[in-house]
């Protein structure tokens, strides 16, 4: 049997609705979350390497619960949250409500934000474009945004689980990086999309993740020159 054609926007509403529904036990898994203070510092530390000298005007997309929103503003740099799923970012907001920082988080999608050119120094993205019907298409998009001499970081992974993930069944065949992808590969990617001197490295240490990670994770970075 044929599996109905779908579309970008059905695939999109499809992904917001699975994290809708993640979203009220989604920080209570340590690879998600921030379950300790070691935890906590070893994230600031990735973070403080990579996102450069703050304060910076950082969007974090794909922010989900306001996790690396957080952890971008407690290194100094100035956030703007952004995500597709409305439970994800109430959840994110009543975070930081109990913090001493300020981030704006608004409901946007990463493949067509309603922000101006060059409006940014900073994107981050964590684990998002595995979930993007058309990454190229964000690609381009987030380099629009991000000012000449900015830069683009995504903390990725590369897994290869026998069966989709629950709940992504139906639609995993509609999204081009789903599974990941190893860091060379997705490096190529993005300079074959514009952005120079990419670059990447582990991120392994069981710090990070409350736990040994049981598929590849790395960060990576790409600055903005047009």
Same mark, same amino acid.
């Given at each position: 049997m044929t599996r109905? /054609?779908?579309t970008d926007e059905d695939v999109k509403e499809h992904v917001r609705a699975y994290w809708d529904e993640r979203a009220e036990t989604f920080d209570d898994d340590s690879q998600h979350g921030i379950r300790s203070e070691e935890q906590r510092e070893a994230w600031l530390s990735?973070? #403080?390497t990579w996102t450069g000298e703050p304060p910076r005007r950082?969007? @974090?997309l794909g922010c989900g619960t306001g996790v690396v929103s957080l952890l971008l503003a407690e290194t100094g740099h100035d956030v703007t949250g952004v995500d597709f799923s409305a439970e994800m970012l109430e959840r994110a907001r009543e975070k930081? #409500? #109990?913090t001493e920082h300020s981030i704006d988080f608004h409901a946007g999608d990463a493949e067509a934000l309603a922000r101006p050119d060059n409006a940014y120094d900073l994107v981050t993205a964590r684990h998002l474009i595995w979930t993007l019907p058309t990454p190229s298409k964000a690609i381009r998009e987030w380099q629009r945004i991000v000012r000449p001499g900015g830069r683009i970081v &995504?903390? /990725?992974g590369r897994? @290869?689980?026998p069966e989709p993930f629950d709940g992504y069944e139906e639609i995993h065949d509609d999204l081009p990086l789903y599974d990941g992808r190893p860091p060379e /590969? &997705?490096?190529e990617f993005l300079a074959e999309r514009g952005l120079e001197d990419v670059e990447y490295e582990p991120l392994m240490d069981s710090a990070l993740w409350g736990q040994r990670p049981n598929y590849e994770q790395y960060i990576?970075?790409?600055n903005v020159t047009r």
């Open positions: 109905p /054609e779908q990735v973070l #403080r950082a969007l @974090d930081i #409500r #109990r &995504l903390i /990725e897994w @290869d689980f /590969e &997705l490096a990576m970075s790409g």
